[in-house]
T-cell receptor, first 115, second 114 residues
Framework: DGGITQSPKYLFRKEGQNVTLSCEQN?????MYWYRQDPGQGLRLIYY???????QKGDIAEGYSVSREKKESFPLTVTSAQKNPTAFYLC??????????????FGAGTRLSVL | SQQGEEDPQALSIQEGENATMNCSYK?????LQWYRQNSGRGLVHLIL?????REKHSGRLRVTLDTSKKSSSLLITASRAADTASYFC??????????????FGKGTKLSVIP
């Protein structure tokens, strides 16, 4: 069953705590992305990675960190420096962008709340 | 940075009616895509239209693109209650430093009343 798996579905963070959101794909895609979605808003890009061992900051990277050690995996850590982390987080993957077709495939999302 | 801007923000129609959503953008693009999001779920790709295309069809979906006006529209014909969702346009273009990104709008929330 091909696709993108995000876990957990719900996550609660205590003040001062770092939490890590998991994203795994078996679509053999090179590029992966993390987006944040606030209520009634569109998607804002946090980080993206076009290839293993490389990643770039998006529009709202402050307070977040990522790694890309394997093609299949792109975990996102929400650090204590992110003062307003409550949001819906979406992971996506795609074939290399810029190739006329940059269709992204999304996971089901992780809803993060602060305790 | 968000480039696409959908209009209207919310749309409520009766089952069987057509639904039209519009998207405007600011810079040049390779293609424009429409995605659908059911409440609390991830986005699903619906249709892609290239910058050199003017119209595209897929089932009950019809997309138009006017690059001179930097706008696109998504038409859903003969709507069904199951079409209730948020619809996002996304522009695919060069974002600098050798990078291409999809930039999403804020979406149109469609409610289809049975």
């Amino acid at each position: 069953d091909g696709g993108i798996t995000q876990s957990p579905k719900y996550l609660f963070r205590k003040e001062g705590q770092n939490v890590t959101l998991s994203c795994e794909q078996n679509l053999n895609h090179d590029a992966m992305y993390w987006y944040r979605q606030d209520p009634g808003q569109g998607l804002r890009l946090i980080y993206y990675s076009q290839i293993v061992n490389d990643f770039q900051k998006g529009d709202i990277a402050e307070g977040y960190s990522v790694s890309r050690e394997k093609k299949e995996s792109f975990p996102l850590t929400v650090t204590s420096a992110q003062k307003n982390p409550t949001a819906f987080y979406l992971c996506a993957s795609s074939t290399p962008p810029g190739l006329a077709k940059n269709i992204q495939y999304f996971g089901a999302g992780t809803r993060l709340s602060v305790l | 940075s968000q480039q696409g801007e959908e209009d209207p923000q919310a749309l409520s129609i009766q089952e069987g009616e057509n639904a039209t959503m519009n998207c405007s953008y600011k810079t040049s693009i390779n293609n424009l895509q429409w995605y659908r999001q059911n409440s609390g779920r991830g986005l699903v790709h619906l249709i892609l239209i290239r910058s050199n295309e003017r119209e595209k069809h897929s089932g009950r979906l019809r997309v138009t693109l006017d690059t001179s006006k930097k706008s696109s529209s998504l038409l859903i014909t003969a709507s069904r209650a199951a079409d209730t969702a948020s619809y996002f346009c996304a522009t695919d273009g060069y974002s600098g430093a050798g990078s291409y990104q999809l930039t999403f709008g804020k979406g149109t929330k469609l409610s289809v009343i049975p």
